[in-house]
C-alpha cells in the first residue's frame, strides 16, 4: 500500500496513532511515514494560547489529546525567547513535528527497529494551507532523535505485545 493515512488534531503520537503507525509500517509495510503538521495549526494555536494564559474553555476530550504538545510549544519559547504571543507559534508548529516524531520512537520499539533496519524511514515536514508547498525538514534531525531515544532509559522496549494478542 502506498498510503497509509492517519489524520489527528495536532499530529500527534500517543497510543492510538502509534498503533496505526505500527500497523501501517510493520503489516502493510508503507515505506515512508510522514509526521506532517500545518501552517495555522488550530491545535497548536490552542496550546499556545493555553499556556499564555489567553486560552479558553476546552471540551473535556480535548485536553488529552493536545497534552502532547506542550513540551513542543515550551520548547519553542525557549529557543525563541525574543519572540512573543502567535509569533511563537509556526516555530511550536515545527517543534511539534519533531514531539511527534521523537513520542512515536519512545513508544515504539517496532518503528525504531524498522528505521535502523532501514525497512521504514519517518520524514518530518509542514505542510502551507496558504500556498499548498511542503517544507521537508532536516533527515539528520529524524536521525539524531532516534540516537537520543536509543540512548533514553525510558524508552519502551517490548516491541510486541505480551499475553498473545
Not at 536509543?150 to 516491541?159: G, H
Amino acid at each position: 500500500m502506498d498510503i497509509f493515512v492517519i489524520r489527528v488534531a495536532g499530529n500527534v503520537c500517543d497510543v492510538d496513532e502509534i498503533g496505526s503507525i505500527e500497523y501501517g509500517l510493520a503489516h502493510v509495510h508503507t515505506p515512508v511515514l510522514v509526521v506532517l503538521g500545518h501552517t495555522q495549526c488550530g491545535a497548536v494555536t490552542a496550546v499556545t494560547h493555553a499556556i499564555h494564559g489567553t486560552g479558553h474553555a476546552l471540551e473535556r476530550n480535548i485536553p488529552p489529546l493536545v497534552d502532547n504538545i506542550e513540551p513542543a510549544v515550551r520548547r519553542a519559547m525557549s529557543k525563541h525567547p525574543e519572540l512573543h504571543g502567535d509569533d511563537i507559534i509556526p516555530y511550536a508548529i515545527e517543534e511539534n513535528v519533531w514531539q511527534g516524531i521523537e513520542d512515536l520512537f519512545m513508544n515504539s520499539p517496532a518503528t525504531r527497529n524498522l528505521v535502523k533496519s532501514g525497512t521504514a524511514k519517518v520524514v518530518g515536514a509542514i505542510y502551507d494551507v496558504s500556498t499548498g508547498k511542503i517544507e521537508w525538514l532536516p533527515d539528520a534531525k529524524v536521525d539524531y532523535i532516534l540516537k537520543t531515544v536509543e540512548a533514553n532509559p525510558a524508552r519502551a522496549m517490548e516491541a510486541m505485545a505480551s499475553g498473545g494478542h
